[in-house]
């Protein structure tokens, strides 16, 4: 069994999202000695701070037993964001840096600042300054975490309409409108 094939096995049990069975780890590196590699891999990974461990035929890495009281501290619930906070969120990132006047102009609905609060407390967005204009309101820009979160290197990356439309995430009806709005900044007539 080859080296490189040990670590193709550790590559993917490394990436996957959840335990890998023998069969699926065969479907990305290819035939060869699966069991070899595994058994080479739960030895070196032995003593350390992570193992490689079966569980009902299936693989994974995971923290080791005697230092698992040091992750349960930290430990993050996944939440899922709102509509609200989802839209808001995107108009930040389309129109950045943009105010909350804004923000409820392209929405058509008022923006609750709990909205922007989780955003914020997700660091995803940030204060950007204050706008040149009677009242001189706060503007939000999104974070270097946001882009990291959505895997962009930058804002140019984000999707255009046609890669939305594509990926059925506008209706026909909403396209036009968006397509205006995006061209507008925002304003309305």
């Given at each position: 069994?080859s080296?490189?094939y040990?670590r ?6 490394f990436a996957?999202a959840?335990p890998?069975?023998?069969?699926d780890?065969e479907?990305?590196?290819?035939e ?6 595994l058994?080479t ?7 350390r701070?992570?193992?490689l461990?079966e569980?009902g035929g299936?693989?994974?890495f995971?923290t080791?037993?005697d230092l698992a009281?040091?992750l349960?501290?930290t430990r993050e ?5 709102s509509?609200?906070a989802t839209?808001?969120?995107s ?10 006047a804004?923000?409820?102009a392209?929405?058509?609905v008022q923006?609750a ?5 989780v955003l914020m407390?997700?660091?995803w967005v ?7 204009s009677?009242?001189?309101p706060?503007?939000y820009a999104?974070?270097?975490?946001f882009?990291t ?12 309409i ?5 990926a059925?995430l506008?209706?026909p ?5 968006l397509?205006?709005?995006l061209?507008s ?5």
């Amino acid at each position: 069994m080859s080296e490189d094939y040990v670590r193709a096995v550790e590559a993917v049990l490394f990436a996957a999202a959840e335990p890998l069975s023998r069969h699926d780890i065969e479907a990305y590196v290819g035939e060869g000695d699966i069991t070899g590699a595994l058994e080479t891999l739960a030895g070196l990974y032995a003593g350390r701070g992570i193992n490689l461990v079966e569980r009902g035929g299936r693989w994974h890495f995971q923290t080791a037993a005697d230092l698992a009281h040091l992750l349960r501290r930290t430990r993050e619930e996944p939440r899922r964001l709102s509509r609200a906070a989802t839209e808001t969120l995107s108009i930040i990132a389309y129109h950045e840096p943009v105010s909350r006047a804004e923000i409820e102009a392209i929405r058509g609905v008022q923006t609750a600042k709990g909205t922007l609060d989780v955003l914020m407390e997700a660091g995803w967005v940030r204060p950007a300054g204050r706008r040149e204009s009677p009242g001189r309101p706060l503007l939000y820009a999104t974070t270097p975490e946001f882009l990291t979160h959505f895997g962009l290197a930058s804002r140019r990356d984000l999707p255009g309409i046609d890669d939305l439309q594509a990926a059925g995430l506008l209706d026909p009806v909403d396209e036009t409108s968006l397509m205006l709005q995006l061209e507008s900044g925002g304003e309305e007539d």
